[in-house]
């Protein structure tokens, strides 16, 4: 997918790829070797996001999981907290906050995935919704093959 406005960016080099971390509103972006990830909502998208997703890129390994929660008020706000411990102790990280509540996040961690194989990255995601109670998370996994 191309690049989108991004009202931040952040980039960075781990485990020996570049990757740029993108907020777009309360979507995404994540290039890193030869992927292009976006989450977004898009005029003539797919509505959804699939549980899991794979793809075989040539030398790379694409796993995609997604999942949604609702959680009650204090809950949410617990895990609000805890995804903003998360992006603080990563300096590989990109955190937004939305205007209508401090709790309104798009939170982006990158990290080298911990044990065999090596050679690759893990990005995780959380999107979040107080109006909702909801929290979308997503967690991929690029590996070299």
Known sequence: ?????????HETTVGGLDVRLRLLGASHQVFAGPV??????????VKGLPATFTRQLPGWSYVFTADTRRLDPASFGDRVAGIRRE???????????FPGS???????VVETPEGPPLGGLVWRTWHTYPQHGQIVSTYTRLEAR
């Open 1 to 9: 997918m191309d690049e989108r406005p991004a009202l931040a960016e």
């Open 36 to 45: 292009r990830e976006t989450v977004a909502c898009l005029l003539g998208s």
């Open 87 to 97: 992006v603080a102790a990563n300096p590989d990280s990109l955190c937004g906050i």
């Open 102 to 108: 401090p709790d309104a996040l798009t939170a982006v």
